[in-house]
């Protein structure tokens, strides 16, 4: 077997902190500008995508995370998930989409 190195080309992180001002589809659209921007590329030439949050359904009444990142233009149809490990959900994404590229 022939291992091939892979590679994780953006990460973004959303501002920390209150966010009363923001709904979440315009977090979640910042977050994917703010991957684009890190690398210098359209939402379309994303391959896959994670979206972490901790607390999202209790805090904002919205669980289904990933369907609103499927609504960013240049995402829709591509393979999204979101996942939940409370103050370690950023690492829970990394782990996840590093596992899909395995």
């Given at each position: 077997m022939s291992w091939k190195?892979?590679?994780i080309a953006a990460y973004h992180q959303s501002e920390f902190g209150k966010l009363f001002d923001l709904t979440v589809p315009?977090?979640?659209r910042r977050a994917v500008?703010?991957?684009c921007s890190e690398i210098g590329a359209e939402p379309a030439v994303i391959d896959l995508g994670t979206v972490a949050s901790a607390c999202s359904f209790t805090l904002?009444?919205?669980g289904l995370l990933s369907g609103l990142l499927a609504a960013v233009p240049g995402l829709e149809g591509k393979p999204l998930e979101s996942v939940e490990n409370a103050c370690a959900s950023g690492g829970?994404?990394?782990l996840a989409v590093a596992h899909k590229l395995l």
């Open positions: 190195p892979i590679y315009e977090i979640l500008a703010g991957a904002n009444e919205q829970q994404a990394i």
